[in-house]
């Protein structure tokens, strides 16, 4: 998920799929009597710029504003800006902070850490520390369904948490055909459902929050090319990390808003189901 971790921690991540801290699923178990989730295609309606210094880690569309959490040590912010890239207001995290997922919820901002467990929340008009909470587990993606805040930790596992304290209230297993899927990402919660980045795969999943079944899959593979950008192909896609990650809802438009780590391009994407 963190270029840090594609660097310099690619032997713990190997070892984390059996790690306690967030996880406690099986063995994914093949079963040829359940099916894959069926693919489900895509229209990109238009193409945004997007600033290529933020590693991508969160991204939500509300009140026609565009927020963004960018990750890595020494870099990480949180950003309100216009959907052609503008900056409204922006706040750097300080050096010791990895920033991760966020959400908006009843004008508030929250924003995960990787690994420092730590949620900081702020207004989401002046972009305002007004509190910190703890999270026990790694910080991804978060989403919210208008009641709870939904988190994921990068094993296969979605949180349900009281916005209040984040006392997980729940959770349910993300499977496919296959059993666990791990390395969830970023989310968003639309119209009844959660869709989610893999990390370090061009997979947008559709997840029933009820059950964690995945419904629907995506697949953006040569997305970025077809920007029409001029962009370094060393770095883009997945050199350094730099993969699909980010996605946001913009319900006026009934359209989603899609882009990777330090990617030069925000896609406007229709959904075809």
Not at 33 to 52: C, L
Not at 170 to 184: A, W
Not at 237 to 259: C, E, H, M, Q, R
Request: charged share 20%; hydrophobic share 30%; aromatic share 14%.
């Amino acid at each position: 998920m963190k270029l840090f971790r594609f660097c310099f921690l690619l032997p713990f991540v190997l070892c984390a799929c059996n790690n306690n801290n967030s996880s406690g699923e099986g063995a994914a178990v093949t079963d040829d009597n359940n099916p894959p989730p069926p693919m489900i295609s895509y229209s990109i309606v238009k193409v945004y710029p997007h600033d290529t210094s933020s590693y991508t880690e969160g991204l939500e569309w509300v009140n026609n504003k565009l927020y963004e959490s960018g990750g890595n040590y020494g870099s990480s912010k949180l950003v309100q800006k216009d959907i052609d890239g503008k900056i409204d207001n922006s706040i750097n995290l300080t050096k010791q902070y990895f920033g991760e997922g966020c959400t908006v919820l009843n004008n508030k901002i929250y924003q995960l850490t990787w690994n420092e467990h730590k949620v900081f929340v702020y207004d989401a008009s002046t972009l305002k520390k007004t509190n910190e909470l703890s999270w026990p587990y790694e910080g991804w993606g978060m989403t919210n369904n208008g009641k709870q805040i939904i988190i994921s930790t990068g094993s296969s596992n979605l949180y349900f948490v009281d916005p209040n304290t984040f006392k997980i209230l729940n959770q349910v297993t993300v499977t496919d055909n296959y059993g666990p899927v791990t390395s969830i990402n970023e989310l968003e919660y639309v119209d009844g459902f959660i869709y989610s980045n893999v990390y370090e795969t061009d997979n947008i999943l559709k997840i029933n929050p009820e059950t964690g079944a995945v419904v629907g899959k995506f697949d953006f593979t040569g997305l970025l090319q077809k920007s029409g950008m001029k962009y370094n192909a060393q770095n883009y896609p997945g050199s350094n990390g730099n993969v699909l990650n980010g996605i946001a809802y913009d319900s006026s438009k009934k359209a989603f808003y899609i882009t990777g780590k330090m990617w030069p391009a925000l896609f406007e994407v229709k959904f075809n189901g």
